[in-house]
């Protein structure tokens, strides 16, 4: 079984949609949580951390799940410039060692 | 600016050849990550260093080599052990905030 599981899409939506991608991981030892972007042919991006809490940044929500072991993306109010893939990443025991899922492609069209 | 340096861009290697991937950095990360994404795929872990001289095995190092004789540096080699090496290759370094990566070396064999 894959440590990180994510849907690869691609998500279709029109600009202004809300969109939100779930990413399961196995290891419910699992600390650390984060959204990574990746725009085609560059490196990935940090976008945000995820928090048991919850937390926002600006029109993104990252929410955590420990219960049923995933994490989710909100996206709200869609820009072209979201399009890309969304890659959601675990630290299952300490900071030595971040397994990736393998993305989620988002394309925002007109 | 602090950051992750990773060169050359692009890389061209004839079958039977070693080529060596730059990766420095400045950002005084003790961990240090090397990974190597194909087309349409995730990110999958070759090698990681935790400290300097102390690196171990990700889930695809066969073929690959590493060192890390200095904080700042984690050079790889890709050996002609390597069955398929052409790939995107990026480099990372982490702390608690998560992982930051350079820009990536595209190797194709010829």
């Known amino acids: 079984r894959k440590e990180v599981e994510q849907d690869p899409g691609p998500f279709n939506v029109p600009e202004g949609a809300t969109v939100a991608f779930n990413c399961t991981y196995s290891?419910?030892?699992?600390?650390?949580f984060f959204w990574y972007r990746q725009d085609c042919r560059k490196e990935p991006k940090l976008l945000m951390s995820v928090y048991s809490s919850g937390n926002e940044d600006g029109r993104f929500t990252a929410q955590l799940n420990r219960a049923s072991q995933y994490i989710s993306l909100l996206i709200r109010d869609s820009k072209l410039s979201d399009s890309a893939t969304y890659l959601c990443?675990?630290?299952?025991?300490?900071?030595?060692?971040?397994?990736f899922g393998s993305g989620t492609k988002l394309n925002v069209k007109p | 600016d602090g950051g992750i340096t990773q060169s050359p861009k692009y890389l061209f290697r004839k079958e039977g050849q070693n080529v060596t991937l730059s990766c420095e950095q400045n950002l005084n990360h003790d961990a240090m990550y090397w990974y190597r994404q194909d087309p349409g795929q995730g990110l999958r872990l070759i090698y990681y260093?935790?400290?300097?001289?102390?690196?171990q095995k990700g889930d695809i190092a066969e073929g690959y080599s590493v060192s890390r004789e200095k904080k700042e540096s984690f050079p790889l080699t890709v050996t002609s052990a390597q069955k398929n090496p052409t790939a995107f290759y990026l480099c990372?370094?982490?702390?608690?905030?998560?992982?930051?990566f350079g820009q990536g070396t595209r190797l194709t064999v010829v």
């Open positions: 990372a370094s982490s702390m608690a905030r998560g992982a930051f």
């Open positions: 260093s935790q400290i300097v001289n102390d690196f």
């Open positions: 990443v675990v630290n299952p025991y300490n900071f030595n060692k971040f397994y």
């Open positions: 290891n419910s030892a699992s600390q650390s």
